[in-house]
């Protein structure tokens, strides 16, 4: 990954962090913000499913359909369902509710992103054809303090055939005490819900409450509803504690990460070549042609110092190189360029004799380095409860989606460093990753895993590690292939001599 240490990419990489830092700060001041609220209803069959309806019932007989209910509107909505009877004249559309008396209603409070199913049990009594069982939504609003019809409704057409019962359409409502007594349950949960509290267990015993003062116990569905009116001062108060909390912890990791990556970016473009030499430091240097005199007084000296000393290692090329007043830094950052524009060649004294050496060896650094990726990537998805390691997995799960998998396919079609710019690789991988990804996606689709979390995962893993598997095989073929010319090269250089 020698390539990921040019100016060029160090800069590009740079650029990157920083404007994803300031994506992620717009994201953490955008939270929880919706952009198009909406909510969902639907009729499901008997067998819970979308179709398998019934197109002919008996009057006076029970038939089973589900209500289903979602709410997507940022917040949560007390719904009120009013299922009412009409015919192929009645007028109903997105303004205009239904001019009929319902025959059965569901109420239900929803938190923001979720869903309920909910049988209905339904007796129609008055035969007829063509009939339309209409089923709209209404939802109370905080501002006029009353059910508003939503605009969104379903209808069922059905055939009711005649059996002779004798019966009638019974509606009845929750009586107005209980349901004042209701909106005030709700009108805590959205308070408490405003000040970043946890809800459920408020919400939870609306909807038991809901439940009994429809079956008629109105004493158990008041206690239910005092209950959960009486916890909001609690939940509100950690609710603020826990979202400041959060507010300042996000603020130091964001700055943390930010700051980090740019001092990260001033160390690279200082101290990594350093490093860079440590890891060389046993490989011996050579001038691959004559002197070549330059405006650059350091690789002039660099140039001496090889040519001086026949067999002289990274580590000595260093070192005495602090006899002529230059920097460690500077030295192994210049041998670098040198290396790159091959005025002078590395060799390793004992190169690796097999392909298990190799993978063991600094020749396969990269391919540990995104083994470990990889790994650390799968810890963060499944170990994340930590709001730390929550924002690491943000960091790792980008790299594993958006540049692993096209590196590695960039490193298996081209192993050899000189066949691109360092540039043009990391341009590539992105750009691979963004094509892979989908494709990946749009198999899985067809497969009996579907698109989930742990096939996209385990697919994302294997492909990568695959092909930085074969790529570090070819790049030790490569490798072989070298070393069998130079030897080759070297014997006929004796036999002339």
Known sequence: MSWILDEEVLAVIAAIVIVASIFAIVQLIN????????????????????????????????FKLYLYLGNHEGKSVYYRILIKLGNKTSIINETTPLNSTPIMEVRRILTHNSTCIYPLDITLYTPGINK???????????????????????????????????????????PSEIDSLLTQGFLAVRKAESSGGNISEMVSLLNE???????????KASSLINKSISLEQEVSRIGIENRNKQLNLSIITLSVIFIGSISLYSYLRKDIWILWSKLKSRYIVKLNSRINKS??????????????????????????????????????????????????????PSPPKNFSHYIFSIYSLDFWIILALLSLTIISIYFSSFLLILYLRYILGSLFVLFLPG???????????????????????????????????????????????????????????????????????????????????NKKTRRLT
């Open 209 to 219: 409450a809901i439940e009994y003062a429809q079956k008629g116990e109105y004493t």
């Open 407 to 489: 590196y590695s396919l960039i490193e298996f079609l081209y192993p050899k460093k000189e066949e691109l710019m360092p540039l043009e690789r990391l341009a590539l991988s992105i750009g691979l990753s963004l094509a892979l990804v989908p494709l990946i996606g749009l198999l899985l689709n067809y497969t009996p895993f579907g698109i989930r979390l742990d096939p996209i995962v385990f697919s994302l893993t294997f492909l990568t590690f695959f092909f930085m598997l074969i790529a570090s095989y070819r790049k030790y073929l490569y490798l072989k292939l070298s070393i069998e010319s130079k030897r080759i090269e």
């Open 295 to 348: 405006e650059n007084l350091i690789q002039n000296k660099i140039q001496e110092l090889i040519h001086s000393n026949k067999r002289i290692t990274v580590n000595e090329l260093i070192s005495n190189s602090k006899n002529f007043g230059i920097k460690s830094n500077e030295s192994a950052k210049e041998l670098f360029k040198m290396i790159k524009n091959k005025l002078v060649i590395l060799e390793d």
């Open 31 to 62: 939270s929880g913000r919706v952009v198009e609220p909406f909510s969902e209803l639907g009729i499901l069959g008997p067998n819970m499913k979308i179709g398998d309806y019934p197109k002919e019932v008996i009057a006076g007989f029970p």
């Open 132 to 174: 339309r069982l209409i089923i709209e939504m209404w939802v109370y609003n905080e501002t006029t303090k009353s059910f508003t019809y939503y605009g969104r409704w379903n209808q069922l057409w059905l055939n009711i055939t005649s059996s002779g019962a004798i019966g009638y359409q019974k509606f009845q409502e929750i």
